[in-house]
């Protein structure tokens, strides 16, 4: 009896944890799945079963075809971009200079502050008028004419992913540093006194055992990136027309705002299937891959 | 990599500008809030002729910062402690009372761990219309409460590294199931409990989706919800909205300055573990 009694009080301490999941993971998870097989509208409270008719629905809308393109868009390309930056940035870091404290902090800074104000605090800087900073400094430098930053869908789609790698790189180089600091420095000992130049050492022994931290860093930048949705929203307002919208903000628009919640909810299940299938096949990629290296 | 310590100068060279250029949207933004209108218009880059502090005085008037600062303040706080509670209070049967049961229980909890918040998001919103949770500061901090998932994860993969034997002397001594927990597990995990009050803050604090959806009225804004609605209020007065998203970078720019040693030690504590 003691030892059910002892055991009941341990089950409690889960109590809160499985109510507060199951009521706001779980349970709005199948209801999404639900609905999207539905005419739910908000209004009447009964709904129709309509099949899979909102799902044929999705490829007929543009905005949540443009939602879908420009967020795997973006995801994958601000994980190139940030990737790219923050491994160069952290073997800088890690070398000693004099303004190496100064540095770290200030390329950590930008993944501090919501990602709407680093946004609006962009805005300022991309104004597309004459008298954006940005345009003002290209018309002074080299005589370029102003730029339409955030309205032309190439030059708006590019300037979103530059600032969420302005904003990102330096968190994901301190990431990169913690691993690199974890290297021993005989491994570069061994390989100077074998002749191998600097260059070679990173290519040889550096990036290798960079692997594990790519792992992580490149699994949460896609999937960050595919449920990104303030810093497009602030900057563009997902403008022009659908071009930047992201799925998060087509999925507020279709179903919050215009309580169409049956498509959204077609849209949910979409991008949750998308999110889980990418994960998984990165995940899969990226141990094949620190296998082959080590 | 250097085996010397000698500092290479070559370095501060070449990081210098791209130093410069990663802080220049911030020296941007702070120099504009000293200037007025027309001299934002005319020569954003440099700095004020005359430095003016009538911005400033402006947004205090015109906005609620201190109330939404308080509002943020008590989401953030209360959310948080909830959920780091919630998380370790979770995580203690799992790892010092396995059995078959609780396997299944973190299963469970692991595989709604990848859903995004977006996929729930319209019943979610149903479901707090429905309880009657919209524009409730108590509303918002309870949906929060489901971040308790990613808090169980790292509380639970550090109490695998508490002997065992420590809560076995425990009950020797007459300690219970609930004094364990509350007066020998809980203090130990101070270190994961800090790396998950950075993470927790940092999203709760910033978090803008939410806030908009479920907070209406002016007089429940959270700060990120201030900055955003003054967005269309001063659209026209750039140093005005400027000033005011000065302002609301402070606190989180003092919770960087205060804490940022724990900030990098709990990214990667929380990155490699979560």
């Known amino acids: ?294 | 990599m250097t085996s010397d310590n000698k500092k290479n100068w070559l370095l501060d060279v070449l990081m210098l500008p791209i130093g410069a250029i990663t802080f220049f949207p911030f020296y941007l933004i702070i120099i504009n809030t000293f200037k007025s209108m027309q001299e934002t218009a005319v020569s954003p880059l440099s700095l004020p002729k005359k430095w003016i502090f009538s911005n400033y005085v402006t947004v205090f008037k015109e906005t609620e910062l201190l109330r939404s600062f308080g509002n943020s303040l008590t989401i953030t706080a209360v959310s948080v402690l909830l959920m780091v509670l919630i998380g370790a209070m979770a995580a203690y049967p799992i790892v010092f009372n396995p059995n078959r049961t609780n396997k299944l229980v973190t299963m469970y909890l692991l595989a709604g761990f990848m859903i995004p918040f977006q996929t729930t998001l319209i019943p979610l919103f149903q479901l707090m219309t429905d309880l009657g949770f919209i524009d409730r500061l108590y509303g918002l901090i309870i949906l929060y409460m489901g971040g308790a998932v990613f808090v169980f994860f790292l509380m639970m993969g550090y109490m695998k590294s508490i002997p065992k034997e420590l809560p076995e002397a425990a009950i020797i001594d007459g300690c219970g199931v609930g004094g364990i927990f509350w007066r020998i597990i809980l203090p130990l995990l101070k270190p994961i409990t800090v790396t998950s009050i950075i993470y927790q803050t940092m999203w709760i604090w910033n978090d803008f989706l939410a806030p908009m959806l479920f907070l209406n009225s002016k007089s429940n804004a959270t700060l990120v919800l201030e900055v955003y609605s003054a967005k269309g209020e001063f659209s026209v007065n750039w140093p005005l909205f400027m000033t005011l998203t000065v302002i609301s970078l402070i606190p989180i720019f003092i919770f960087f300055i205060v804490m940022q040693k724990q900030i990098v030690k709990g990214i990667v504590g929380g990155a490699v573990k979560g």
Not at chain 1, 71 to 90: D, E, G, M, Q, R
Not at chain 1, 259 to 266: D, E, F, N, R
């Open chain 1, 1 to 294: 009896m003691g030892k059910l009694l002892r055991q009941l009080k341990f089950q409690l301490f889960l109590l809160p944890i499985l109510l507060i999941y199951t009521l706001f993971s779980i349970y709005p998870l199948l209801k999404s799945v639900l609905l999207s097989f539905t005419n739910f509208d908000g209004y009447v409270k009964s709904y129709d079963f309509v099949g899979f008719s909102n799902y044929a629905k999705i490829f007929m809308d543009e905005a949540l075809i443009s939602g879908i393109s420009f967020t795997l868009l973006f995801a994958f390309a601000s994980t190139l971009l940030i990737t790219v930056i923050a491994i160069p940035l952290a073997i800088i870091l890690d070398q000693n200079f004099w303004s190496k404290n100064v540095h770290r902090a200030i390329f950590f800074f930008p993944s501090i502050p919501s990602g709407l104000l680093l946004a609006y605090i962009w805005g300022f800087i991309l104004a597309p008028i004459s008298s954006g900073v940005l345009n003002g400094i290209l018309e002074k430098l080299f005589g370029v004419g102003p730029q339409p930053w955030l309205s032309d869908p190439m030059l708006a789609k590019a300037s979103t992913v530059v600032i969420s790698a302005w904003a990102a790189a330096g968190w994901h180089a301190v990431l990169y540093l913690a691993f690199l600091q974890s290297i021993s420095k005989d491994y570069y000992e061994a390989a100077a006194i074998d002749g191998a130049t600097r260059l070679q050492q990173i290519r040889q022994i550096t990036l290798p055992l960079l692997a594990p931290a790519m792992t992580i860093s490149m699994m949460l930048l896609l999937t960050g990136g595919l449920k990104v949705f303030e810093i497009p929203f602030a900057l563009t307002r997902g403008g022009p027309g659908f071009e930047t919208h992201t799925i998060t903000q087509v999925i507020v628009l279709r179903g919050i705002s215009e309580t169409q919640y049956g498509l959204a909810s077609a849209m949910s299940v979409v991008f949750f299937l998308i999110v889980l299938a990418i994960a998984i096949f990165q995940v899969k990629l990226m141990q094949k891959r620190e296998e082959k290296i080590q």
